[in-house]
């Protein structure tokens, strides 16, 4: 993998939902605080500083695009109590927990469609 360049970082992640406030409220059962912000003529939209980087949601109409094929992934401190928090909710699991190299992870489906990947950390996966 090639290095990247200095004080180069991903920032921002921006999906669309229909019901963008419904979609905030699925993403808070895994920890996720959010912010509702509204930025001059824009839209309502809920934002999650996760320490820089932010993650938000925004309004979906007709006119704009479908984000559910983006992909996103969040670690999580206890897979078993976030999976126990999706399966309250009915969330479609795609991948059930399993190990990996880089720790176990698991593969939800949101209510919006967008497939979300969980990660906890294991002290193997850290070596």
């Not at 992909?71 to 479609?92: E, I, P, Y």
């Amino acid at each position: 993998m090639k290095s990247r360049p200095e004080n180069f970082g991903l920032n921002l992640v921006v999906i669309r939902a229909r019901d963008a406030r419904g979609l905030a409220r699925f993403y808070s059962l895994l920890g996720l605080e959010f912010a509702e912000e509204k930025h001059g003529a824009g839209p309502v939209h809920f934002a999650c500083d996760l320490g820089g980087f932010l993650f938000e949601i925004y309004p979906r109409s007709d006119s704009q695009p479908d984000t559910s094929a983006t992909r996103v992934g969040f670690q999580v401190s206890s897979l078993s109590a976030s999976m126990k928090a999706m399966a309250l909710t009915g969330t479609r699991v795609l991948r059930q927990p399993e190990s990996t190299k880089w720790g176990r992870r698991a593969v939800i489906v949101d209510p919006e469609g967008h497939r979300v990947e969980l990660l906890e950390r294991t002290v193997a996966s850290v070596a």
